[in-house]
């Protein structure tokens, strides 16, 4: 299928969601930042319906777990029909299953998926997949916290919307995310905006002085103080960031 680009002769990041419930999709994509990007050719979204590759009269998609067990598990056969038709769309984007057992997404990952081509994504139900199609389409399992979801659409969402606020041209001012939370390894530093005294709370002074390097060392201390405080999995002894502690380690 040919890609058509955008207007600055940009291909468009896409992003395919295999699901049993396509009516969830653009949902909160389609409004704000990502779905004025949807809108302007940045990013485009598919999905394809699993029930139409399901098995019999009722279209069936699932059965019982070998072995015995509650719930039901999505047939491997029904999922891999699905994969293989749209991967014959999207021949380079990584296959992705949402699962609670992957690996925890994080800014890196998103950063990594938002430079490709984009993203086929499997969103799971009901107890979950047959684990030789994971094996079988060679899919990477990808979870978005310690937590179990009823299916896989919401994740898939998450993910969808943190890779497409990293595309060029979706958030105005790229150095605004260089300082967001986790690209530095550190949390972003509080934040302020008018009035200047709010229920006796007044913005911190050195924020109103217009010096600017003394405003950038507070955000700074702040954002150690605060990484320390909360997160100190990740901050470097001084607030280094993690490619900067990579070459320490060389
Ligand atoms: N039985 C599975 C387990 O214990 O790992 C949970 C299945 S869950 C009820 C149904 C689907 O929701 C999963 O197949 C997956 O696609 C999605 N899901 C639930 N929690 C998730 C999470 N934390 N991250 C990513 N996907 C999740």
Redesign the pocket.
């Given at each position: 299928m040919p890609h058509i680009a955008t207007s600055d002769g940009r291909q468009p990041w896409r992003a395919t969601v295999l699901t049993l419930f396509p009516d969830m999709f653009p949902g909160p994509l389609g409004v704000s930042l990502a779905g004025q990007a949807l809108e302007a050719g940045i990013w485009t979204l598919s999905t394809v319906f699993l029930r139409e590759f399901g098995l019999g009269r009722h279209r069936a998609v699932d059965d019982t777990p070998a072995g015995g067990g509650a719930?039901m598990v999505?047939r491997a056969d029904v999922l891999a029909a699905a994969i293989d038709h749209a991967r014959a769309a999207e021949p380079d984007a990584p296959l992705i299953?949402?699962?609670?057992?992957?690996e925890p997404?994080n800014q890196h990952i998103a950063r990594e998926l938002s430079s490709g081509p984009g993203v086929l994504l499997?969103?799971?139900?009901?107890?979950?997949?047959d684990e030789r199609v994971i094996e079988g389409r060679a899919m990477r399992e990808?979870?978005?916290?310690?937590?179990?979801?009823?299916?896989?659409e919401?994740?898939a969402m998450v993910l969808i919307d943190a890779c497409v606020r990293l595309l060029p041209g979706v958030i105005g001012a790229a150095e605004s995310l260089g300082e967001e939370s986790f690209e530095q390894g550190l949390l972003e530093y509080p934040q302020y905006t008018k009035p200047r005294d709010w229920e006796g709370r007044p913005i911190p002074e050195v924020l109103l002085s217009g010096d600017h390097k003394k405003i950038a060392e507070w955000r700074r201390a702040a954002a150690l103080r605060l990484t320390a405080e909360r997160r100190p999995d990740l901050a470097a002894p001084a607030g280094r960031s993690p490619q900067a502690r990579a070459k320490d380690k060389r």
């Open positions: 719930g999505m299953y949402l699962s609670p057992r992957g997404f499997l969103a799971g139900r009901f107890e979950g997949v990808i979870s978005i916290g310690d937590y179990v979801l009823s299916g896989g919401l994740p």
